[in-house]
């Protein structure tokens, strides 16, 4: 996950400049109407702490597309002198859903289920977290839908979210990050990563994602592995890539891969630090 703030609009403005950001993660490739989700989103901070921020996401899964678009309000404390800060943040989201028949072969020729084109179903749904960061660690929580949509398979999901910055020497720092997602009926996933950044330019790390029943005794052990790499171009841009292997289904040929690609731009960075998650670049 690069972007927090599809899962938290308290994490708007969090940068203190305005940020735009584009990704697009494609999975299983070699699967015919594999999944693919293209994302962006901008936040700014305004000088009365409060910050605004905008994103879309379509999503497309074989002959099902979504797309959202969300505008997210967040307000911005101090806590004390070291920095620390606290952000609410509100999330209000259009959700459009469509279905291509022509992607679907019927069993029977002339399936009246199938012969006409359904009328595209919309839905409006809001959220909430909050996120509490300084130079040094972060820590949010976010609910970026509340309201359910059994139509589409749309549970409320909770992303619980921290990471730290560790300085090794003038060169190097270490970035650990962690994200638990929580989600009514399912097992507790988590997935963290370990990023190491150099002369804050250039990172490169592991991730790992499970769910956390998979280190139970007597469990298969299942998950996903991958690496995360980036680099800032300059001070105004940064390109990453996250590459994502499965450790389920290799013994019958399936390989569940997935890519995702990153640009991000800044704009007009104006305080010390600015890089402050290599995670999330």
Not at 35 to 58: C, D, E, M, N, Y
Not at 118 to 138: A, C, V, W
Not at 167 to 175: A, E
Request: some cysteine; glycine content about 8%; charged content about 15%.
């Amino acid at each position: 996950m690069f972007n927090h703030q599809l899962i938290n609009p308290a994490y708007v403005g969090a940068q203190d400049y305005t940020q735009l950001t584009m990704t697009n993660r494609s999975q299983w490739q070699q699967f015919e109407g594999a999944p693919i989700t293209q994302a962006f989103s901008i936040g700014h901070k305004f000088r009365s702490k409060i910050a605004l921020g905008a994103s879309v996401v379509h999503d497309k899964i074989g002959p099902l597309k979504n797309t959202s678009a969300s505008l997210d309000f967040c307000y911005h404390l101090n806590l004390n002198d070291k920095n620390l800060k606290l952000s609410l943040g509100l999330k209000f989201t259009k959700r459009y859903n469509s279905l291509d028949y022509s992607m679907i072969n019927p069993l029977e020729d002339f399936d009246i289920t199938f012969s006409t084109q359904p009328e595209n179903d919309s839905k409006i749904n809001f959220g909430t977290g909050f996120y509490l960061h300084n130079e040094k660690f972060y820590v949010g929580v976010g609910i970026p839908y509340i309201l359910e949509d059994d139509l589409v398979g749309l549970k409320r999901n909770y992303y619980l979210i921290t990471g730290g910055l560790i300085k090794l020497n003038n060169s190097f720092q270490l970035k650990p990050s962690l994200l638990f997602q929580a989600t009514h009926g399912n097992d507790l996933i988590y997935d963290n990563s370990i990023l190491v950044v150099f002369n804050n330019r250039v990172w490169l790390g592991p991730q790992y994602r499970a769910t956390v029943s998979s280190f139970l005794p007597n469990q298969k052990k299942s998950g996903y592995y991958g690496v995360i790499a980036g680099i800032h171009l300059n001070k105004n841009m940064s390109l990453g890539y996250a590459y994502q292997g499965s450790l389920a289904n290799q013994a019958i040929g399936i390989t569940n891969t997935s890519h995702e690609i990153l640009l991000r731009i800044h704009l007009v960075p104006n305080v010390k630090g600015f890089m402050r998650s290599p995670r999330l670049f």
